[in-house]
């Protein structure tokens, strides 16, 4: 069985897990060999018909989420065909680029450098001229206000109390290395809003499998900057399929009660 709806003119399980795959990818050619056409059948159903027909989310936001949970899982074959399907329901290359820098302070640079490949490849591939814009707005005066800025009304100072009895100069640096590293050179920039960082964040420690406190306050930095928890879940929910169920259950009940 399909999961059709019989009579009921609404279009069935598979019907419209063949509609999303195409606007993501453009038709799919039934006829083309599978060396395993059952797994396949089970992942187009689940993904494009369970997952995608749940929840608020567009197109546009679950591809970002997409890209940001395969570049942190180092899938790069997928990685690159998911930049594509972004490039084709609409989101802009620097949205990608960002959704994807932000990311080197939760996976490191090389990773993050890694990712960053593969996503060049395929905004070459679409004929898209590289380096893309500057989005940059602070220089190395002012990565500690500005970084400051963001990070504060959001996290409070609970980090740096937390490494307050750590031993000199790590006391001190390693607080300022978070506030000017991830907030003052990723949070400043440009493509993307501060809801949709905070969205991607949280996803991104879903992915890489953070269990510890770290959830609980990016939830509820995420409800702060404006995204609702139907939102919150929804994305979550759209990173079951690339994360595994006991990731992706994790990090729901851990921002479910906020």
Do not use: W
């Not at 329901?89 to 820098?101: D, F, K, L, N």
């Not at 206000?145 to 750590?166: C, F, H, M, S, V």
């Not at 079951?240 to 169920?245: D, E, K, S, T």
């Amino acid at each position: 069985m399909d999961g059709s709806d019989s009579g009921s003119g609404s279009p069935s399980r598979r019907e419209q897990a063949e509609a999303t795959y195409a606007r993501l990818f453009g038709p799919r050619d039934p006829d083309a060999h599978q060396d395993d056409p059952e797994l396949m059948e089970i992942l187009r159903g689940f993904i494009f018909g369970d997952v995608f027909g749940t929840g608020v989310l567009d197109d546009r936001t679950r591809e970002l989420i997409t890209v940001t949970v395969l570049a942190c899982l180092q899938t790069m074959p997928q990685l690159s065909a998911h930049t594509a399907a972004a490039l084709r329901v609409g989101v802009a290359p620097v949205q990608i680029r960002e959704a994807v820098y932000q990311l080197a302070p939760f996976i490191g640079f090389p990773r993050t450098l890694n990712a960053v490949a593969t996503v060049n490849g395929a905004f070459r591939d679409h004929g898209i001229s590289l380096p893309l814009p500057a989005e940059g707005t602070v220089d190395d005066a002012g990565r500690y206000q500005r970084g400051l800025a963001e990070q504060e009304p959001l996290y409070g100072t609970e980090i740096k109390d937390n490494l307050a009895d750590l031993p000199q100069p790590f006391n001190e640096a390693l607080p300022r290395f978070l506030t000017e590293f991830c907030f003052g050179d990723f949070y400043t920039r440009g493509g993307l809003s501060l809801a949709q960082r905070e969205l991607f964040a949280l996803c991104a420690l879903a992915a890489i499998g953070d269990t510890s406190a770290q959830l609980g306050p990016h939830g509820r930095a995420c409800l702060q900057v404006g995204n609702s928890k139907t939102v919150i879940i929804a994305a979550l929910v759209h990173c079951f399929p690339y994360i595994g169920f006991p990731r992706a259950m994790a990090a729901i009940r851990a921002v479910k009660d906020l």
